[in-house]
């Protein structure tokens, strides 16, 4: 059968844009829109929102694996269309809402999620879920695997997710290369490499814009050689500082492997401008192993972190403003971890990020 | 398992072997829902197409876990019209796993405020049963619905099936990207604009951006309703849209009361008076309060703990901050205050906004290098020549505090105050007639 040059021509996009979210909010969320007069909340899990106009609405709250499966997606559709009135949302960090109008109706749509393995909570001073970036299952460049670190990570912090037993909301983020995308945190668990990438040599004339690789780098480690009679790339590795920004452009200069890429955890990130302006996280241990699929040592040190910020801040303290009161010294301290010159900021900047006073924590 | 032995057990029917995955098995138990039973569900339950792509992805993951590397790279795929929004991924272990050799993501462009209908959400999933793996991420890290796991072919038959029931690309590249907004207005009483209308008015006016990458490099906007910044704009976005308020914040004396009554006097002092990053509340012998409003900044912390007994004030706009971004390649930055004020209530106001993102993201098409975000640039020319370009006038908001450098040419300091004085004076004069 011939095909008429309609039949192969491509559809041309419908440039639509972002969509109009009012046909898919709530009919309450809707009415009341930009009429809201103040919330609390019932339960960990679970936010009252009460309009000017006397309308309430009841949020549930569950954590998700993010990455969902058509099954998944249609069991909590379900659930939406049993228990909830047919709408949910997600928040910034992956987890669903669902809105109900009624209290009586909170309690058997709790049960419901529960019963099909969706965890309450993650509201106000709770771990809620982590930040997380693609990794092994789909990112070109990882060093490792975000959707396992979170899953581990998740299973071992559920009880601060289901409940808000935290001095404030304690948020974690995780990143598979240092580029980072993951974000900043209260607590930061990000691949750090400590070895320059290999280069393999045959591939670079063929595969990379040198001219581009020369200019990604931080540090202008990397100059155009000759290496075995063809172009390639080469590396001053006394000043590479193995941040993996050339390996994006140049795939062949590996950066990640086995023995050389590692984890390091930060802390004390935050993105509120509530109390203290917005900080980024900073170091607190690096070198542990890349360990997976349960990443062992890394989740004993964030346990750990966790422990000593939990019993010891203050109400509303977040985990920068927790160590600000308290001190570096006593961070160290109390977590076992290690101070080392590594913990001395070398970047562009790093002399405002010393101690130019006679302030000091006994 | 030794490597290259992926073969694993012989079919019983028609359907290949499975490869074992003795690493993401350990991934199932446990309390927190488990991305790796959602995939094998799909591997063993979902179409049939699901099956084989999901059976080969598998295959590969549990690779990565044994060897601690990953194995996609990146190529050239997209739709009839556009040059970005999908990310290629070819396996570079397709020779073992040829069913997933192509595993690209459609990044989707989600409604502001992430709300979903049951409706939508299960023709997303029919959609992507039919023409992907049967995966998708609700959201990426920029917002983006992520439709994982599809074959060149299919691409475009995916993407003319989102389309036609309203969804679009969103951004990959060197391209303005997808954005988000906070719940907002649509469910928090701490919302200081209509978020849902900035987003989509600046976005859908600069989608060329979007669809055609032609920018030096990413362009992110973000959109808050308020200084607690819920979807982390001022670290995450080129040009970050911050709700806040001019006026007084507004107190419910009586909810104040009912507050300390309940939590204690030590508590509210602790947790509301000492906590003010500037000082400006105190609590009376009678258990109300008393706020220094021009002492105030609007940081949230005090209407956060007292939800009910303050809020913010009538006066409402947004505040503006440009540059923010991730490491490459200087290292984090985080953005900088360059409008601490403008109203965005009417229809002239929104407009404003859309012309002054407009101008913003041609200032960064003229002036960034290559592979430069803005806030780099900024660094790089100084933010005086930025201001300079896109006519905004100087503002101590801008800053900590001044320079504390004497290492700056100051022979133009006389003409500099006296466009500060006329401005004042301006401003003075135009408050005099309004009211």
Same mark, same amino acid.
């Given at each position: 059968?011939?095909?008429?040059?309609?039949?192969?021509?491509?559809?041309?996009?419908?440039?639509?844009?972002?969509?109009?979210?009012?046909?898919?909010?709530?009919?309450?969320?809707?009415?009341?829109?930009?009429?809201?007069?103040?919330?609390?909340?019932?339960?960990?899990?679970?936010?009252?929102?009460?309009?000017?106009?006397?309308?309430?609405?009841?949020?549930?709250?569950?954590?998700?694996?993010?990455?969902?499966?058509?099954?998944?997606?249609?069991?909590?559709?379900?659930?939406?269309?049993?228990?909830?009135?047919?709408?949910?949302?997600?928040?910034?960090?992956?987890?669903?809402?669902?809105?109900?109008?009624?209290?009586?109706?909170?309690?058997?749509?709790?049960?419901?999620?529960?019963?099909?393995?969706?965890?309450?909570?993650?509201?106000?001073?709770?771990?809620?879920?982590?930040?997380?970036?693609?990794?092994?299952?789909?990112?070109?460049?990882?060093?490792?695997?975000?959707?396992?670190?979170?899953?581990?990570?998740?299973?071992?912090?559920?009880?601060?997710?289901?409940?808000?037993?935290?001095?404030?909301?304690?948020?974690?983020?995780?990143?598979?290369?240092?580029?980072?995308?993951?974000?900043?945190?209260?607590?930061?668990?990000?691949?750090?490499?400590?070895?320059?990438?290999?280069?393999?040599?045959?591939?670079?004339?063929?595969?990379?814009?040198?001219?581009?690789?020369?200019?990604?780098?931080?540090?202008?480690?990397?100059?155009?050689?000759?290496?075995?009679?063809?172009?390639?790339?080469?590396?001053?590795?006394?000043?590479?500082?193995?941040?993996?920004?050339?390996?994006?452009?140049?795939?062949?200069?590996?950066?990640?492997?086995?023995?050389?890429?590692?984890?390091?955890?930060?802390?004390?990130?935050?993105?509120?401008?509530?109390?203290?302006?917005?900080?980024?996280?900073?170091?607190?241990?690096?070198?542990?192993?890349?360990?997976?699929?349960?990443?062992?040592?890394?989740?004993?040190?964030?346990?750990?972190?966790?422990?000593?910020?939990?019993?010891?801040?203050?109400?509303?303290?977040?985990?920068?403003?927790?160590?600000?009161?308290?001190?570096?010294?006593?961070?160290?301290?109390?977590?076992?971890?290690?101070?080392?010159?590594?913990?001395?900021?070398?970047?562009?900047?790093?002399?405002?990020?010393?101690?130019?006073?006679?302030?000091?924590?006994? | 398992?030794?490597?290259?032995?992926?073969?694993?057990?012989?079919?019983?029917?028609?359907?290949?072997?499975?490869?074992?995955?003795?690493?993401?098995?350990?991934?199932?138990?446990?309390?927190?829902?488990?991305?790796?039973?959602?995939?094998?569900?799909?591997?063993?339950?979902?179409?049939?197409?699901?099956?084989?792509?999901?059976?080969?992805?598998?295959?590969?993951?549990?690779?990565?876990?044994?060897?601690?590397?990953?194995?996609?790279?990146?190529?050239?795929?997209?739709?009839?019209?556009?040059?970005?929004?999908?990310?290629?991924?070819?396996?570079?272990?397709?020779?073992?796993?040829?069913?997933?050799?192509?595993?690209?993501?459609?990044?989707?462009?989600?409604?502001?405020?992430?709300?979903?209908?049951?409706?939508?959400?299960?023709?997303?999933?029919?959609?992507?049963?039919?023409?992907?793996?049967?995966?998708?991420?609700?959201?990426?890290?920029?917002?983006?619905?992520?439709?994982?796991?599809?074959?060149?072919?299919?691409?475009?038959?995916?993407?003319?099936?989102?389309?036609?029931?309203?969804?679009?690309?969103?951004?990959?590249?060197?391209?303005?990207?997808?954005?988000?907004?906070?719940?907002?207005?649509?469910?928090?009483?701490?919302?200081?604009?209509?978020?849902?209308?900035?987003?989509?008015?600046?976005?859908?006016?600069?989608?060329?951006?979007?669809?055609?990458?032609?920018?030096?490099?990413?362009?992110?906007?973000?959109?808050?309703?308020?200084?607690?910044?819920?979807?982390?704009?001022?670290?995450?976005?080129?040009?970050?849209?911050?709700?806040?308020?001019?006026?007084?914040?507004?107190?419910?004396?009586?909810?104040?009361?009912?507050?300390?009554?309940?939590?204690?006097?030590?508590?509210?002092?602790?947790?509301?008076?000492?906590?003010?990053?500037?000082?400006?509340?105190?609590?009376?012998?009678?258990?109300?309060?008393?706020?220094?409003?021009?002492?105030?900044?609007?940081?949230?912390?005090?209407?956060?703990?007292?939800?009910?007994?303050?809020?913010?004030?009538?006066?409402?706009?947004?505040?503006?901050?440009?540059?923010?971004?991730?490491?490459?390649?200087?290292?984090?930055?985080?953005?900088?205050?360059?409008?601490?004020?403008?109203?965005?209530?009417?229809?002239? %106001?929104?407009?404003? =906004?859309?012309?002054?993102? @407009?101008? +913003?993201?041609?200032?960064?098409?003229? &002036?960034?290098?290559? !592979?430069?975000?803005?806030?780099?640039?900024? %660094?790089?020319?100084? =933010?005086?020549?930025?201001? @300079?370009? +896109?006519?905004?006038?100087?503002?101590? &908001?801008?800053?900590? !505090?001044?320079?504390?450098?004497?290492?700056?040419?100051?022979?133009?300091?006389?003409?500099?105050?006296?466009?500060?004085?006329?401005?004042?004076?301006?401003?003075?004069?135009?408050?005099?007639?309004?009211?």
């Amino acid at each position: 059968m011939s095909q008429t040059a309609e039949d192969v021509k491509p559809r041309t996009a419908d440039e639509v844009g972002v969509p109009d979210p009012f046909q898919y909010m709530h009919p309450t969320l809707k009415e009341n829109y930009g009429a809201w007069d103040y919330h609390d909340r019932p339960r960990a899990g679970v936010l009252r929102h009460v309009a000017k106009s006397g309308d309430v609405i009841y949020t549930v709250r569950a954590g998700t694996q993010r990455q969902m499966d058509v099954f998944t997606i249609r069991k909590l559709a379900d659930i939406a269309d049993n228990f909830a009135e047919g709408f949910v949302r997600f928040t910034t960090r992956s987890n669903i809402e669902y809105m109900v109008t009624k209290e009586e109706m909170v309690e058997p749509l709790i049960d419901a999620l529960n019963d099909a393995g969706f965890p309450i909570g993650g509201t106000g001073a709770s771990v809620s879920m982590i930040s997380h970036t693609q990794g092994w299952l789909h990112c070109d460049i990882p060093g490792t695997d975000a959707s396992g670190v979170v899953k581990g990570m998740m299973d071992m912090l559920h009880n601060e997710f289901i409940q808000e037993k935290m001095p404030n909301r304690l948020k974690i983020t995780t990143s598979c290369c240092q580029i980072n995308c993951g974000g900043q945190g209260d607590i930061a668990i990000n691949v750090q490499y400590t070895k320059p990438p290999k280069i393999n040599h045959d591939l670079v004339a063929n595969v990379c814009e040198r001219p581009s690789v020369v200019a990604r780098c931080p540090v202008a480690a990397i100059r155009p050689a000759m290496v075995n009679g063809k172009p390639s790339l080469e590396i001053d590795e006394k000043k590479c500082v193995c941040c993996g920004a050339c390996y994006p452009p140049c795939p062949p200069m590996q950066i990640n492997s086995v023995e050389s890429t590692k984890i390091a955890i930060w802390v004390g990130g935050k993105h509120s401008n509530a109390r203290t302006k917005p900080t980024f996280h900073k170091l607190a241990v690096a070198n542990l192993p890349n360990n997976a699929p349960h990443w062992p040592e890394v989740k004993e040190v964030v346990g750990r972190i966790v422990a000593a910020y939990k019993s010891d801040a203050k109400h509303w303290e977040r985990m920068g403003e927790w160590i600000d009161r308290i001190g570096w010294p006593r961070f160290f301290e109390m977590t076992e971890l290690a101070f080392t010159k590594h913990h001395l900021d070398i970047w562009t900047g790093a002399r405002h990020t010393m101690n130019h006073s006679a302030h000091i924590h006994f | 398992m030794k490597d290259g032995d992926h073969a694993g057990d012989k079919p019983e029917t028609g359907k290949p072997a499975i490869h074992p995955t003795p690493h993401l098995d350990q991934l199932e138990d446990g309390p927190w829902p488990s991305f790796v039973t959602g995939i094998k569900k799909l591997r063993d339950e979902g179409s049939q197409n699901n099956q084989l792509v999901m059976n080969d992805l598998l295959g590969q993951l549990d690779m990565s876990y044994e060897n601690r590397m990953g194995y996609w790279k990146g190529g050239a795929v997209s739709v009839f019209g556009y040059g970005g929004g999908v990310i290629p991924r070819f396996s570079e272990v397709a020779d073992k796993f040829p069913e997933s050799k192509e595993f690209h993501t459609l990044r989707v462009m989600p409604p502001p405020g992430f709300h979903y209908t049951t409706d939508l959400l299960r023709n997303m999933a029919d959609i992507w049963e039919e023409h992907g793996s049967g995966l998708i991420a609700f959201h990426g890290q920029s917002g983006d619905i992520m439709f994982q796991g599809c074959t060149t072919e299919n691409t475009q038959k995916a993407f003319d099936a989102l389309n036609k029931i309203g969804f679009d690309l969103g951004g990959a590249g060197p391209a303005l990207r997808t954005s988000m907004s906070c719940v907002g207005a649509a469910r928090c009483e701490q919302s200081c604009f209509d978020e849902q209308r900035a987003l989509r008015g600046v976005i859908n006016n600069l989608l060329d951006e979007m669809h055609r990458p032609a920018l030096p490099y990413k362009f992110k906007f973000k959109f808050s309703g308020c200084a607690n910044d819920c979807v982390n704009a001022i670290h995450r976005s080129d040009m970050a849209v911050i709700g806040t308020w001019r006026d007084d914040i507004k107190i419910n004396q009586e909810k104040v009361k009912e507050h300390v009554a309940e939590k204690g006097r030590k508590y509210t002092i602790d947790t509301v008076v000492s906590m003010c990053p500037t000082r400006a509340i105190s609590l009376n012998d009678d258990d109300t309060i008393e706020i220094d409003n021009k002492s105030c900044v609007r940081c949230m912390h005090c209407i956060n703990v007292m939800t009910k007994a303050l809020s913010p004030g009538d006066d409402k706009g947004v505040s503006i901050l440009v540059g923010g971004k991730r490491s490459l390649k200087v290292g984090d930055l985080m953005g900088i205050m360059v409008i601490p004020f403008m109203k965005l209530e009417t229809d002239e %106001d929104f407009e404003t =906004l859309e012309t002054l993102a @407009e101008d +913003m993201v041609e200032f960064f098409a003229d &002036n960034a290098l290559e !592979h430069e975000r803005i806030g780099e640039t900024i %660094d790089r020319i100084g =933010l005086p020549a930025f201001l @300079e370009a +896109m006519e905004i006038d100087v503002d101590p &908001n801008m800053v900590a !505090h001044p320079t504390t450098s004497s290492y700056v040419r100051t022979d133009d300091f006389d003409e500099e105050a006296a466009k500060w004085f006329e401005r004042k004076a301006q401003e003075a004069g135009l408050q005099i007639s309004a009211e």
